[in-house]
């Protein structure tokens, strides 16, 4: 497979975007000497997401979580071309993807046209800001590994810079505060790892913080992890309690400056006050937005037209209006929440759907070859021979094709929440259980080193926890 043949004119062309949970798992299966396989990226690498926030405080090292897709790619039994792009644009009319090179080092030509006879979008999905004003300019995201590093960055020079040689005491409190918008997973295990990381490692080694660095976690809606059991949103907000991380809660982020936040929160009595809360780091995490190149695909298919969250899809996930696109992971819309776990489900059954696609063109081909020889036997024998060919193959043919549609599958919900606790809604055996505290937290450690994309990404989690438990998280600025 190193030697990247020239596509084969009798295979069909499909193009894959994306190298995120849904296009890795179909990539994963896919048998890719059916077609000519083209995977467009902007990211050379797969990124295992669920343990991106332990990257954000040096617990867990950004390279052991990235796993290069060359690396992966390598290893199929066909070649796969891959090319490090971003795709502008879909032009579903004329079956071309425009992908443009947006890295650093750009050759003679940097943008091009992809054409395809499928394909499988698989782009994600960007941050949402809802227009509020100033969170791109002043915000940190947590999506990738860029925002994990800034973070980590920001995070120390906050702490430096509240140590500078006479800074006024409402300054330090303004620096060593930690703000996290919204309470979703993302916001909840961030909150969690930076509080253990001050816990465990910057009071130790800054102690003239300690008064001062305050973790506080703001969230429109009544309560944090909605989409978790009551008892464990309890046991959530209760050990952030014990932890001194404050929930702010019914409380809506309108705007964001350089240094503080303006929220407006409802109390007890409804009435709703605005505020100014003052912050040296903000970390912005309420959810999934659409990506361009989405939004715009969506304008081109009319039966796109009412839908708000992503492209929809029926149970094949073809996208509704085509027929030969398809979409997985957070830039579908087909009724599940936009997680790993349905995004890598969904592609599997892609790869599933693919081989089984090309097995069948295979074997209606073999039955027109027989029904042809069947014409021109002359010889009893022979036809009966062909006949029985016949039979057997369209046996196979029928099962080929009875391929059911997508059906999901959930295995729970895990988050971590910090001071080595986590909570997981489990469904077992057809029943499903909640539960919360250190047993579950070794638990999601195991499950989640499991799922780690490769053997060596495993290995390397696994001495980065040890090396931070053994020498305390590394606190130097890069
Ligand atoms: P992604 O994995 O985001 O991949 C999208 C891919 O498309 C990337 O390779 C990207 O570079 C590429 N791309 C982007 N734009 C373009 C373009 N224009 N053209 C071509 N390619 C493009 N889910 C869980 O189930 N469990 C968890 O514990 C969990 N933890 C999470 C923790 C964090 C911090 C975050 C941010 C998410 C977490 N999730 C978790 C959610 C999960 O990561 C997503 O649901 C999942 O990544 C969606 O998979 P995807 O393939 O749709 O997109
Ligand atoms: P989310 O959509 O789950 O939560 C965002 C939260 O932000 C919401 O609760 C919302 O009410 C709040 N919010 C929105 N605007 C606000 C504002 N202006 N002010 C205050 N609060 C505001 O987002 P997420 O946590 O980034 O997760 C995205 C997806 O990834 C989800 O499907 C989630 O399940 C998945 N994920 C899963 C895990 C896990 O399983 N451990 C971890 C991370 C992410």
């Known amino acids: 497979p190193d030697d990247q043949p020239e596509p084969d004119p009798s295979k069909k062309t499909l193009v894959i975007l994306g190298t995120g949970w849904g296009a890795v798992s179909l990539l994963k299966k896919l048998d890719t000497e059916n077609y000519n396989v083209i995977v467009v990226s902007p990211r050379n690498y797969f990124l295992f997401t669920p343990l991106l926030p332990s990257c954000t405080t040096g617990t867990i090292e950004h390279r052991s979580i990235m796993e290069p897709i060359r690396n992966f790619l390598r290893h ?3 070649a796969v071309k891959f090319y490090e792009a971003e795709a502008t644009k879909i032009d579903y009319v004329k079956k071309i993807v425009h992908i443009n090179d947006d890295s650093e080092i750009k050759g003679d030509i940097s943008s091009t046209e992809v054409p395809f006879d499928m394909l499988v979008v698989g782009v994600g999905a960007e941050n949402a800001t809802f227009g509020i004003p100033g969170v791109r300019e002043h915000g940190l995201f947590l999506k990738e590994v860029g925002d994990a590093q800034r973070i980590r960055k920001r995070i120390m020079d906050c702490c430096e810079t ?3 040689k006479d800074q006024p005491p409402d300054e330090i409190k303004r620096l060593l505060h930690m703000v996290v918008v919204g309470g979703g997973p993302t916001g909840v295990e961030f909150a969690g790892e930076l509080q253990d990381f001050f816990n465990s490692d910057l009071k130790k080694w800054i102690p003239d913080i300690t008064d001062n660095f305050h973790v506080t976690l703001v969230e429109a809606l009544p309560n944090v992890l909605p989409m978790f059991s009551k008892q464990l949103i309890d046991y959530t907000e209760k050990t952030f309690k014990e932890e001194t991380i404050s929930i702010r809660t019914k409380t809506m982020v309108k705007k964001v400056t350089d240094k503080y936040i303006e929220a407006e929160s409802t109390g007890p009595d409804g009435k709703k006050v605005l505020e100014k809360i003052p912050f040296g780091l903000l970390v912005w995490a309420t959810g999934n937005a659409l990506r361009p190149v989405v939004k715009d695909l969506m304008m081109q298919i009319p039966a796109q037209k009412d839908s708000r969250r992503g492209l929809a899809v029926n149970e094949y996930l073809v996208v509704r209006g085509t027929e030969n696109v398809w979409a997985v992971g ?4 087909a009724n599940y929440a936009p997680t790993a776990q349905v995004a890598a489900q969904e592609g599997a059954f892609l790869a599933h759907m693919f081989n089984s696609m090309a097995k069948t063109t295979e074997i209606e081909q073999q039955l027109a070859k027989l029904s042809e020889a069947q014409e021109k036997a002359t010889a009893k024998d022979s036809r009966d021979q062909i006949f029985s060919e016949i039979k057997d193959l369209q046996k196979r043919l029928r099962r080929v094709k009875s391929i059911g549609p997508f059906e999901y ?3 729970g919900s895990l988050a971590y929440i910090g001071s080595e606790k986590a909570v997981a809604d489990i469904s077992w055996m057809s ?3 909640a539960t919360g505290g250190t047993v579950t937290y070794f638990f999601w450690r195991s499950a989640y080193l499991s799922m780690c994309f490769s ?7 696994l001495m980065d926890w040890v090396k931070s438990k053994m020498f305390g998280r590394d ?4």
Request: charged content about 25%; overall charge positive.
């Open 76 to 78: 199929k039994k066909a």
């Open 162 to 164: 509240a140590t500078f």
């Open 330 to 333: 957070d830039c579908a819309v």
């Open 409 to 411: 599958s959930h295995q």
């Open 431 to 433: 029943g499903n259980f």
């Open 455 to 461: 053997t060596r990404n495993r290995i390397l989690v």
């Open 475 to 478: 606190v130097s600025r890069e």
